[in-house]
């Protein structure tokens, strides 16, 4: 065996683990999170995101919203909802745009962070709700995970998806809610 000929292969392969090594350390806790700043999270997470997903992600996040509130586990679980939402609909919504909004209440909502992440991808059924119980456990699982994880820091998570009409995620972190 010719070593010198597999080094090019050689180097591939390491420097294709590396990326993954680097990537599954960001995915147990991005770095960000240590700054305890949401907003900035988030930012990072779209632009890793329209980096490696054939789909077209528009962030937007209006002036003057406010997420210091949150503490760093509730940052920690709104970024992995959104996260999930966004790997969900890059693997199988064949959704070729995102809009992914990041505001605080208006007038006579409850104070607190809203985000709302909708798609124009094919949708899915939602009749089986978030149910735990009902809802198959090899089929979606990450909306059980983002359920869950909503439950855990006390946000409200809707979903509506329509067969050919893509999906809308709202997300509601409430400002005081008391853990």
Do not use: W
Not at 15 to 32: C, E, F, T
């Amino acid at each position: 065996m010719d070593a010198k000929k597999n080094l090019p292969q050689i180097a591939d392969f390491l420097s294709k683990s590396l990326s993954q090594v680097r990537s599954m350390s960001y995915n147990l806790a991005p770095p960000d999170i240590t700054k305890n700043d949401f907003l900035l999270c988030i930012k990072n997470l779209c632009e890793e995101f329209k980096e490696s997903a054939a789909v077209e992600l528009r962030l937007s996040i209006l002036e003057n919203t406010d997420a210091s509130f949150l503490k760093k586990e509730e940052i920690l679980n709104l970024y992995r909802i959104i996260q999930e939402a966004l790997s969900n609909i890059a693997k199988h919504a064949d959704a070729s745009e995102i809009v992914l909004l990041i505001r605080n209440e208006n007038r006579d909502e409850e104070k607190g962070i809203y985000v709302f992440i909708n798609d124009n991808g094919k949708g899915f059924d939602t009749e089986a709700g978030f149910d735990t119980e009902a809802v198959d456990n090899k089929k979606h699982f990450g909306l059980k995970g983002m359920k869950k994880r909503a439950d855990l820091i006390g946000a409200k998570l809707a979903i509506s998806s329509e067969k050919d009409y893509g999906t809308q995620i709202k997300i509601i972190k409430p400002k005081n809610t008391i853990q």
